[in-house]
């Protein structure tokens, strides 16, 4: 929505498509590939499972940047890895991923796919 309204748009074939609408209704879907996110950007970690909610890998970013004297921005620290971040998690949130790994099933290639589909 572009100041409160709706944008439009019109295929090559003359169909209306609400883009705003689509990409709410899709946000919580994990990004093909290997990205490990979804369409918001949360970090998703094993059987699709939201790890990082994207405002807090906001913060995390601009936290570890700032201004030095000549007002140039420089990293205070380097990104961590998904493994790093994966073994920070609790017992308690492995036992919840363990849970979720019912709904969803990993392919050989990474894929993450619904049971059923």
Same mark, same amino acid.
Request: proline share 3%; glycine share 8%; net charge negative.
């Given at each position: ?29 994990? +990004? ?30 601009? +936290?570890?940047? +700032? ?13 961590? +890895? ?10 308690? *949130? ?5 849970? @979720?790994?019912? *709904?969803?099933?990993? @392919? *050989? @290639? ?8």
């Amino acid at each position: 929505m572009a100041n409160g309204k709706q944008i439009l748009h019109k295929t090559m074939r003359g169909k209306t498509v609400n883009m705003d609408l689509l990409r709410k209704k899709n946000e919580l879907t994990p +990004a093909m590939g290997n990205a490990r996110t979804n369409a918001r950007g949360d970090l998703l970690g094993p059987a699709g499972k939201i790890i990082k909610k994207r405002e807090d890998l906001i913060k995390e970013h601009y +936290a570890k940047t +700032a201004p030095n004297e000549q007002g140039k921005v420089t990293s205070k620290t380097a990104t961590p +890895a998904v493994e790093d971040i994966q073994e920070e998690l609790t017992d308690a *949130e492995l036992e919840m991923l363990a849970e @979720d790994e019912e *709904e969803w099933l990993e @392919d *050989e @290639d990474g894929n993450f796919t619904k049971k059923g589909e």
